[in-house]
């Protein structure tokens, strides 16, 4: 059974903010398990794709589909992950997996992540719905200003989807929009602890810088999107298929597979990323 965990003042504050932090998400000893699998498997490194900022900087992701019976899939497919997405997005039909990565900004050489929507990029799998699209990230090591946390414009969701072109190798969005819309909403630094979670709506304007400090950023990121919402442009399928919610106590004393068998996404087959007239 997911429990509810937001009061509706906090719901409300989701809506209206297009985000909101949840502290101490994960205990201790599960991001400490997570990092470690991060770190030791080889399988996440061997398919981690470098993309360059507009300074040729490197940010470097791994990005995969189907949430396994790995550590990270069972964070992914826990009760509190379930149980978060289902009472923001405020509906009944079932929750689907879109994808998750892991964030790997390593010191003094980690590349910023450029202005953006995930909606800016989710709008080429030909989503139908960005209201039924929502993101929660997992900070497994402390973000802050210095190593390049994660910034949002508060109530930036409220502009609907904007115009997203290629800088560098991302695809980022019309800086004039960024600009008025910094000009009339707060910028916000999310700075977090490990364990801690930002949860964020698909059309929330957000970007990061390089890291330049000498510790670590890296972060788990699950997308999610309701089985009502149909894609007909995207070629994976978890985004249609109801998610197995496993227990909480999953992450910490169930058995982990490697994430050998995980369908990794390979650069060439992004939709977002296949340099095609409308990027350009």
């Not at 770190?39 to 189907?66: C, I, P, V, Y």
Request: proline share 4%; with cysteine; net charge negative.
């Amino acid at each position: 059974m997911l429990t509810e965990k937001f009061t509706p003042a906090e719901v409300e504050l989701y809506r209206q903010q297009g985000y909101i932090i949840i502290k101490g998400f994960c205990k201790p000893e599960e991001v400490n398990k997570l990092y470690q699998t991060a770190l030791e498997d080889k399988a996440m490194q061997n398919n981690a794709l470098d993309l360059n900022d507009q300074s040729g900087k490197k940010t470097r992701l791994s990005l995969w589909f189907t949430p396994g019976n790995d550590v990270f899939g069972y964070l992914t497919r826990s009760e509190k992950m379930i149980g978060t997405v289902k009472q923001l997005l405020g509906s009944d039909a079932p929750v689907c997996h879109f994808h998750s990565k892991l964030m790997q900004k390593e010191p003094k050489v980690g590349g910023a992540w450029e202005w953006h929507q995930d909606y800016g990029y989710w709008y080429k799998n030909q989503f139908m719905f960005p209201d039924e699209l929502i993101s929660v990230m997992v900070a497994l090591t402390e973000a802050n200003k210095e190593n390049g946390c994660l910034q949002v414009i508060k109530g930036s969701h409220k502009l609907g989807r904007v115009n997203h072109g290629f800088t560098g190798e991302q695809v980022g969005a019309d800086m004039q929009m960024v600009d008025n819309a910094l000009k009339t909403m707060e910028l916000v630094y999310v700075e977090l602890e490990p364990g801690d979670a930002l949860v964020f709506h698909s059309n929330l304007l957000h970007r990061s810088e390089a890291n330049l400090s000498d510790r670590p950023r890296w972060s788990v990121i699950s997308c999610y999107s309701l089985q009502s919402n149909l894609a007909y442009n995207e070629t994976s399928t978890s985004w249609k298929i109801p998610v197995d919610v496993v227990p909480d106590n999953a992450i910490l004393e169930w058995q982990p597979e490697s994430l050998s068998n995980a369908d990794f996404l390979k650069k060439e087959n992004d939709p977002a990323l296949k340099e095609t007239g409308w990027e350009k």
